[in-house]
């Protein structure tokens, strides 16, 4: 087999209190690029404290509201051998990954009450992608800042208004409460509480023996799926309609509340009624999610997108994504655009 150069630590991360017990709830709808990324996280930890002789920092055991198969994806079959009503003993990180399909484990009280107990017990607790439902559904996020998978944003804020949902973060903490986005921003979180327990410096080698960011780029921005423009026109609310068709156009909301027939104040009185958000918030995200769809689709250069997209200039746009989003629009074409072999002229 390859004979891997493995980088010595050069200082021992503090391991004194002995290893902290992480325990992984997982469920039948555990993605398993998010199972086994967890896993080899603290795999990796492991790893480097022993090949540099130090004492191991973490023991880490799956638990699950069954035993047996609770996985299986293209011939991997993942099963659990302790079901959560037995685990014993302190805990120190409590991770929950995503909620299943049909909502069972939401409706499970017994096991719904477990985890609002366990949150009170435990040094912190941790949710990978839909994972948050159930620190939601057990009310351990009410009133804190949380964040989930994007696609599943929506179904969140309407079951669980009390709290703050964020979903454009990568990992969100709030106190000893983390919650993290799809598959991938798990492991992102991940190295983050090895950083946190055990140094930098080992956090770093981790990322770099798993070939992912140590701290990712885009000030751990999550990126959902910019919309097509051409949208379903029977779907869309009028003012919507209007919004999208005319993004390089007069938005000012003086001039829609006078076209819709509504005084400035019932304008924003309805509007945020209608569709969740301030007017001027609404617009600057059609603005941006159009400004996404032309840097992924099309080789228009920037200032041609922002003028499109009703900025007064480039930097304008620049502002917005980095507002919004953590990340210029030249760096967020080169993450997704097509490869179009654009001359881009700013």
């Known amino acids: 087999m390859p004979t891997y150069k493995v980088p010595r630590l050069r200082r021992q991360p503090c391991t004194a209190a002995g290893p902290k017990r992480v325990v992984i709830a997982t469920n039948a709808a555990a993605d398993s690029l998010e199972y086994i990324g967890l896993l080899q996280v603290f795999?990796?930890?492991?790893?480097?404290?022993?090949e540099a002789g130090y004492p191991q920092a973490y023991?880490?055991?799956i638990v699950s509201r069954g035993t047996g198969q609770i996985y299986a994806c293209?011939?991997?079959?993942?099963?659990?051998?302790?079901?959560?009503a037995d685990?014993?003993?302190?805990?120190?990180?409590?991770?929950?990954?995503?909620?299943?399909d049909?909502?069972?484990?939401?409706?499970?009280?017994?096991?719904?009450?477990w985890v609002a107990r366990m949150s009170k017990q435990v040094r912190r607790i941790v949710s990978v992608c839909t994972g948050a439902f159930i620190l939601a559904e057990a009310k351990v996020l009410d009133g804190r800042q949380a964040t989930t998978h994007w696609a599943a944003a929506q179904d969140f804020r309407s079951r669980y208004p009390n709290v703050r949902l964020t979903e454009d973060r990568i990992f969100v903490k709030d106190g000893h409460v983390y919650t993290s986005g799809g598959a991938t921003a798990g492991m992102d979180l991940a190295i983050a509480l090895v950083e946190e327990d055990l140094g930098a410096e080992l956090a770093r080698k981790v990322a770099q023996a798993m070939v992912v960011?140590?701290?990712?780029?885009?000030?751990?921005?999550?990126?959902n799926a910019a919309p097509n423009p051409d949208h379903d026109e029977a779907r869309l609310h009028p003012i919507e309609s209007h919004i999208r068709k005319n993004l390089d156009k007069d938005l000012r909301l003086e001039t829609l509340a006078r076209q819709f027939g509504y005084s400035l104040r019932s304008f924003n009185r309805t509007f945020s009624k209608l569709f969740g958000l301030p007017p001027g918030q609404f617009i600057e995200q059609c603005r941006l999610d159009n400004a996404r769809y032309l840097l992924e689709e099309t080789d228009k250069s920037i200032s041609c997108i922002a003028a499109e997209c009703g900025?007064?200039?480039?930097?304008?746009?620049?502002?917005?994504?980095?507002?919004?989003?953590?990340v210029g629009p030249r760096d967020y074409r080169n993450r997704f655009g097509q490869d179009l072999r654009a001359v881009d002229r700013g």
């Open 102 to 113: 049909r909502d069972e484990c939401l409706l499970d009280s017994e096991f719904i009450a």
């Open 311 to 326: 900025y007064a200039s480039s930097e304008g746009l620049y502002l917005a994504f980095d507002r919004r989003l953590g």
């Open 59 to 61: 023991t880490v055991e």
């Open 87 to 100: 685990l014993e003993g302190p805990v120190d990180t409590l991770i929950f990954q995503a909620a299943d």
């Open 43 to 50: 795999a990796e930890v492991r790893f480097f404290l022993r």
């Open 74 to 84: 293209q011939g991997l079959s993942i099963s659990a051998t302790t079901g959560y």
């Open 213 to 223: 960011f140590f701290r990712r780029p885009g000030d751990q921005a999550q990126f």
